[in-house]
């Protein structure tokens, strides 16, 4: 690992203050104070010529100062940005033109943290504060082909650094990760190194190594090596309590124990369908809030003459939902079966839970038809209430992996609705109220004319507000209306809430 501690800049003083004609008492002290001043200006002037010749010919060092870190312009960016002082509380960070800006959640109170134009990812620690980011290099390296042909290669690495709160102090992580993010209930960094690798073309790549960082210490420990053949580390995330990462290695679900380092097979993952002619997508996964169990839910699509599944016998094409302990047991199965064809992450809508794993949302077909009706199952009740019917056939989707569809508020589903398909056509949003109990809906908020895919949600259930990114700006949703509140911020920025 590669440390390289961001060196601080001197304060070199531009005027100097000639003897007057009229200093001509005490001579001798005055021209061995002036002497002395001299020689001190001297040495600060080669000290910061040597610092700057130093930072700019060393292709390790993280390109920025404490001053650049902090830097503040007092002109607005863009209509939606306004300039003002920093405030930890809540606030948005993302990245724009590759800078790292904060604001707060009504758009306002924009403060730029980290000016280099070349950040792409930027996260804050749960426990302290301090940002970690990763930062593009492009470097030449040369590479063999399969035919013994040798040729120079244009390829990126990311620089993983670590800051302080308000984006100034930075220094070197690792010079080159793939997968990295903060572990939660804890100030730790994870991260896995990258290797130069050749997939449809040459470049940098997750190696299957994870580590963990410590700030404090400034070192890392080497955590795990997944060393499947194909699809490591895919789907890796934490448990909330910081002790366990459940990651796809292959085709298999594993979780590996932060304190033992132990790694346990927990489940054999089923084909639910692609059509992109890639890696077979991986079904929903998620931790339950105390950290005890992992629970599922997908459509599993099994072609003719693939095997069983040997943990849990599997309907072809049917909803699924189930839940697994830790030490690899047989999973449970939780909801009735239904027919249910598109749920996979190559299709719109998706299935998930609620936040507090007594509910499940999913799309099905009617029965005995095609059209698709969304419906939720009660854990608790075992009993399924229908939120919306008649949403036709399914399109490509219009959100990410992952994003869910609904959130659950006592007896309200808040309903993300996506109809038409952007990638060919023209879509359009909606965020919808339901009463699952008396069925009563109502719409908040809608917006025609969406042609980009939508990421970065966050729903704020108090203000009923869902945060949202598509075609490059940051989107506030509620009963207020759908507002841009942050520009041109590209296509694929990365956003983090702290609301």
């Given at each position: 690992?590669?440390?390289?501690?961001?060196?601080?800049?001197?304060?070199?003083?531009?005027?100097?203050?000639?003897?007057?004609?009229?200093?001509?008492?005490?001579?001798?002290?005055?021209?061995?104070?002036?002497?002395?001043?001299?020689?001190?200006?001297?040495?600060?002037?080669?000290?910061?010529?040597?610092?700057?010749?130093?930072?700019?010919?060393?292709?390790?060092?993280?390109?920025?100062?404490?001053?650049?870190?902090?830097?503040?312009?007092?002109?607005?960016?863009?209509?939606?940005?306004?300039?003002?002082?920093?405030?930890?509380?809540?606030?948005?960070?993302?990245?724009?033109?590759?800078d790292l800006w904060q604001m707060s959640a009504n758009g306002a109170n924009a403060v730029k943290l980290i000016?280099?134009?070349?950040?792409?990812?930027?996260?804050?620690?749960?426990?302290?504060?301090?940002?970690?980011?990763?930062?593009?290099?492009?470097?030449?390296?040369?590479?063999?082909?399969?035919?013994?042909?040798?040729?120079?290669?244009?390829?990126?690495?990311?620089?993983?650094?670590?800051?302080?709160?308000?984006?100034?102090?930075?220094?070197?992580?690792?010079?080159?990760?793939?997968?990295?993010?903060?572990?939660?209930?804890?100030?730790?960094?994870?991260?896995?190194?990258?290797?130069?690798?050749?997939?449809?073309?040459?470049?940098?790549?997750?190696?299957?190594?994870?580590?963990?960082?410590?700030?404090?210490?400034?070192?890392?420990?080497?955590?795990?090596?997944?060393?499947?053949?194909?699809?490591?580390?895919?789907?890796?995330?934490?448990?909330?309590?910081?002790?366990?990462?459940?990651?796809?290695?292959?085709?298999?679900?594993?979780?590996?124990?932060?304190?033992?380092?132990?790694?346990?097979?927990?489940?054999?993952?089923?084909?639910?369908?692609?059509?992109?002619?890639?890696?077979?997508?991986?079904?929903?996964?998620?931790?339950?809030?105390?950290?005890?169990?992992?629970?599922?839910?997908?459509?599993?699509?099994?072609?003719?003459?693939?095997?069983?599944?040997?943990?849990?016998?599997?309907?072809?094409?049917?909803?699924?939902?189930?839940?697994?302990?830790?030490?690899?047991?047989?999973?449970?199965?939780?909801?009735?079966?239904?027919?249910?064809?598109?749920?996979?992450?190559?299709?719109?809508?998706?299935?998930?839970?609620?936040?507090?794993?007594?509910?499940?949302?999913?799309?099905?077909?009617?029965?005995?038809?095609?059209?698709?009706?969304?419906?939720?199952?009660?854990?608790?009740?075992?009993?399924?209430?229908?939120?919306?019917?008649?949403?036709?056939?399914?399109?490509?989707?219009?959100?990410?992996?992952?994003?869910?569809?609904?959130?659950?508020?006592?007896?309200?589903?808040?309903?993300?609705?996506?109809?038409?398909?952007?990638?060919?056509?023209?879509?359009?949003?909606?965020?919808?109220?339901?009463?699952?109990?008396?069925?009563?809906?109502?719409?908040?908020?809608?917006?025609?004319?969406?042609?980009?895919?939508?990421?970065?949600?966050?729903?704020?259930?108090?203000?009923?507000?869902?945060?949202?990114?598509?075609?490059?700006?940051?989107?506030?949703?509620?009963?207020?209306?759908?507002?841009?509140?942050?520009?041109?911020?590209?296509?694929?920025?990365?956003?983090?809430?702290?609301?």
């Amino acid at each position: 690992m590669q440390e390289n501690e961001q060196p601080q800049s001197s304060q070199v003083p531009t005027d100097e203050n000639p003897i007057t004609e009229q200093a001509k008492t005490h001579i001798f002290q005055r021209k061995f104070t002036i002497a002395i001043a001299g020689a001190v200006l001297v040495f600060i002037a080669i000290a910061a010529f040597f610092l700057f010749f130093n930072k700019n010919d060393n292709p390790e060092q993280p390109a920025t100062t404490e001053q650049e870190a902090r830097e503040e312009t007092t002109t607005a960016t863009d209509e939606t940005i306004q300039q003002t002082e920093l405030a930890i509380d809540r606030h948005i960070l993302f990245v724009k033109d590759g800078d790292l800006w904060q604001m707060s959640a009504n758009g306002a109170n924009a403060v730029k943290l980290i000016d280099l134009d070349t950040v792409q990812r930027a996260s804050r620690s749960p426990v302290s504060n301090r940002i970690a980011y990763t930062l593009r290099r492009g470097v030449t390296e040369t590479v063999t082909e399969h035919d013994g042909t040798v040729r120079d290669v244009e390829v990126s690495k990311q620089q993983l650094l670590l800051a302080g709160e308000k984006g100034s102090d930075s220094f070197l992580v690792h010079d080159n990760v793939a997968r990295w993010g903060w572990i939660p209930s804890t100030d730790l960094l994870w991260y896995e190194t990258a290797t130069l690798q050749q997939s449809f073309d040459w470049g940098y790549g997750g190696d299957g190594n994870v580590w963990i960082f410590n700030p404090t210490t400034r070192k890392s420990e080497k955590f795990i090596h997944d060393d499947s053949d194909y699809w490591s580390l895919l789907r890796a995330e934490w448990s909330p309590d910081g002790n366990k990462l459940m990651f796809a290695s292959g085709d298999v679900l594993r979780v590996a124990d932060r304190r033992t380092k132990a790694i346990t097979r927990i489940f054999q993952l089923p084909y639910v369908g692609g059509d992109r002619g890639g890696p077979q997508p991986i079904p929903y996964f998620a931790w339950t809030p105390d950290s005890s169990s992992i629970y599922a839910i997908f459509s599993p699509f099994l072609i003719s003459g693939e095997k069983q599944n040997p943990d849990v016998a599997l309907k072809a094409q049917h909803i699924t939902a189930l839940r697994f302990s830790l030490d690899g047991s047989k999973p449970t199965k939780l909801i009735p079966e239904a027919s249910s064809t598109i749920i996979n992450e190559e299709s719109y809508p998706r299935a998930h839970f609620s936040d507090d794993f007594s509910k499940a949302i999913y799309p099905r077909t009617m029965q005995g038809g095609t059209n698709l009706i969304l419906a939720m199952y009660d854990l608790t009740e075992q009993k399924e209430y229908v939120l919306l019917e008649n949403l036709g056939e399914p399109k490509r989707g219009l959100m990410p992996d992952g994003v869910p569809l609904a959130w659950v508020v006592g007896d309200s589903v808040y309903i993300f609705r996506g109809d038409g398909d952007w990638l060919y056509d023209t879509a359009s949003i909606a965020l919808i109220k339901v009463n699952y109990r008396t069925g009563t809906t109502e719409t908040l908020a809608s917006r025609d004319g969406i042609s980009s895919h939508i990421s970065n949600t966050l729903f704020v259930p108090e203000s009923e507000t869902l945060f949202f990114t598509s075609g490059g700006k940051l989107y506030s949703m509620n009963r207020g209306g759908v507002v841009p509140i942050a520009d041109e911020l590209g296509d694929f920025s990365q956003v983090e809430y702290h609301v």
